[in-house]
């Protein structure tokens, strides 16, 4: 069966790096568009980035541009999130997500599958 699993959460001070990952399995990776989530506490789940299936093109949510940057490894069936510069308001559990095939994009009914997400901590 198709699994995302995220990985590379943690605590981190304020202008702190961290790097997720989300390896997956049971599907063809490169036929899928891979999208970023985050849900805060007590708030609904909200888009950080999504990259294409082909030519990698990328979207970004405005709160992150220029801090977060999506990318993938088609070989090795994984795609990252890279956070810099980090804000004590970045505090939330990560989600990755994958739509087949389509430019993914901020739209979460429009995914097929999700991970069980990683908990990111900014502390100030």
């Known amino acids: 069966q198709v699994q995302l699993v995220e990985s590379g959460g943690g605590l981190v001070q304020a202008g702190g790096s961290l790097r997720l990952s989300c390896a997956a399995s049971?599907?063809?990776?490169?036929?899928?568009?891979m999208g970023w989530f985050r849900q805060a506490p007590g708030k609904e789940r909200d888009f950080v980035a999504a990259?294409?299936?082909?030519?990698?093109?990328?979207t970004y949510a405005d709160s992150v541009k220029g801090r977060l940057t999506i990318s993938r490894d088609n070989a090795k069936n994984t795609v990252y999130l890279q956070m810099n510069s980090l804000k004590p308001e970045d505090t939330a559990v990560y989600y990755c997500?994958?739509?087949?095939w389509g430019q993914g994009g901020p739209r979460q009914e429009s995914y097929d599958y999700w991970g069980q997400g990683t908990q990111v901590t900014v502390s100030s």
């Open positions: 997500a994958a739509k087949y």
């Open positions: 990259i294409s299936w082909r030519r990698g093109s990328t």
């Open positions: 049971g599907l063809t990776f490169g036929s899928y568009a």
